[in-house]
C-alpha cells in the first residue's frame, strides 16, 4: 500500500512538472478596437505602431473593420454605425489595451513626430517601464518593457 502511494505521488509530481515544461510561449499581441473614424485611426495605427493593412471589411451602412500588423501585433479596428447612437456620444469598447517591446527607449525614438513624445515610467511596483499613447478616439494603448533588475 505504502508503495503504490508513493507510485501515486511521484505519477502526481511527475505530471505537473511536465505540465510546467509544456506552457506556450506568447510571440505577439492582439487587439481590437472600436473607432469613431477608420480611416484616421487606420493612419494613426500604422504610423504610431508600423503596422500594415492586411485586410478590409466593409457592409455598408452596418461596420467597416480593417485589419492591421507587423512587429508581432495584430489590430483590429471596427467603425459600427450603431456606436455613433449611443445617447452620450460615446463609442463603446476597449478603452485601454498594451504591448510588451524589447527596448522601450528605442520604441519612442521610433515614433513619428506628430505623435506627442510621451513620458517612459518606471513602475517598479510592478516590474516594468511603461508608456501610454492615445489614438484618435482618445483610448489607451500602454507599451510596456519588462524590467530587469541588474542587482
Known sequence: MKIM?????????????????????????YFAMIVSDIE???DWYESALGLTQTTRI??????????LSGNGIFVELIQLVD????P?????GPFKVGMLVDDI??????????IDAP???????????LL????????????????VDTK
Not at 502511494?5 to 499581441?29: F, H, K, Q, W
Request: aromatic fraction near 4%; charged fraction near 25%.
Open 83 to 86: 456606436a455613433m447612437d449611443r
Open 132 to 147: 501610454q499613447l492615445r489614438d484618435p478616439d482618445d483610448q489607451v494603448v500602454q507599451v510596456m518593457q519588462l524590467r
Open 105 to 114: 527607449n528605442i520604441f519612442v525614438a521610433s515614433l513619428p513626430e506628430h
Open 5 to 29: 502511494r508513493l507510485a501515486t505521488v511521484a505519477l502526481v509530481l511527475g505530471l505537473n512538472s511536465c505540465s510546467v515544461l509544456a506552457e506556450p510561449e506568447i510571440t505577439g499581441s
Open 119 to 129: 513620458t517612459v515610467l518606471d513602475d517598479e511596483r510592478n516590474g516594468l517601464f
Open 40 to 42: 484616421v485611426s487606420s
Open 58 to 67: 466593409t457592409e455598408v451602412g452596418r461596420y467597416d473593420v480593417i485589419n
Open 88 to 92: 452620450d456620444g460615446r463609442v463603446e
